[in-house]
T-cell receptor, first 114, second 113 residues
Framework: EAQVTQNPRYLITVTGKKLTVTCSQN?????MSWYRQDPGLGLRQIYY???????DKGDVPEGYKVSRKEKRNFPLILESPSPNQTSLYFC?????????????FGEGSRLTVL | AQKITQTQPGMFVQEKEAVTLDCTYD???????LFWYKQPSSGEMIFLIY??????QNATEGRYSLNFQKARKSANLVISASQLGDSAMYFC??????????FGAGTRLTVKP
């Protein structure tokens, strides 16, 4: 089954404790991205990657890191989480680059930083 | 910079009636794609419909159609014959040639029986 898998789905952590949210897709997609969803703000892009070893900042990259060492994986790293990073996070992938091509989303990861 | 605006935080519609969810956008890209996604209370993001900026005809997918008015920079979603299962958050999104995908703030649709 074609899918985007995120882990963990739910996480409660404390300020400053490094964490990684993993994302993996099995559709051989070149394009992958991370979003955060907050009430009233919709989804905001954190980082995206057009292929292996190619990453770019989205609208809200501060406090986050990403890497793309393999085509299928695109982990999101919070080096020192803060309470304002409490949010619902989505990973997504797409087979097309440029303006066309729908995004396939993971199920979301709900992160709470105390 | 690209921007997506959804001005309706919430909408109500009677079951079996049609409803239009508004979306306007701003971009300097000559080529772009417009998307609508549905997010039910369970949280997953479901792709509904796509419109390319050069497409001459409005996109349709079953009960969903996209009213694309390029000169007005609007891409409204029309849902015909609403069903109770259509109650959800709806997001309009735009993707430019540089790949950045921007979403609107969303519209929460409630279908009344």
């Amino acid at each position: 089954e074609a899918q985007v898998t995120q882990n963990p789905r739910y996480l409660i952590t404390v300020t400053g404790k490094k964490l990684t949210v993993t994302c993996s897709q099995n559709m051989n997609h070149e394009y992958m991205s991370w979003y955060r969803q907050d009430p009233g703000l919709g989804l905001r892009q954190i980082y995206y990657s057009m292929n292996v070893e190619v990453t770019d900042k989205g609208d809200v990259p501060e406090g986050y890191k990403v890497s793309r060492k393999e085509k299928r994986n695109f982990p999101l790293i919070l080096e020192s989480p803060s309470p304002n990073q409490t949010s619902l996070y989505f990973c997504a992938s797409s087979s097309s680059q440029g303006a066309t091509g729908e995004l396939f989303f993971g199920e979301g990861s709900r992160l709470t930083v105390l | 910079a690209q921007k997506i605006t959804q001005t309706q935080p919430g909408m109500f519609v009677q079951e079996k009636e049609a409803v239009t969810l508004d979306c306007t956008y701003d971009t300097s890209d000559p080529s772009y794609g417009l998307f609508w996604y549905k997010q039910p209370s369970s949280g997953e993001m479901i792709f509904l419909i796509y419109q390319g900026s050069y497409d001459q005809q409005n996109a349709t997918e079953g009960r969903y159609s996209l009213n694309f008015q390029k000169a007005r920079k609007s891409a409204n979603l029309v849902i015909s014959a609403s069903q109770l299962g259509d109650s959800a958050m709806y997001f309009c999104a735009m993707r430019g040639t540089n790949n950045d995908m921007r979403f609107g703030a969303g519209t929460r649709l409630t279908v009344k029986p």
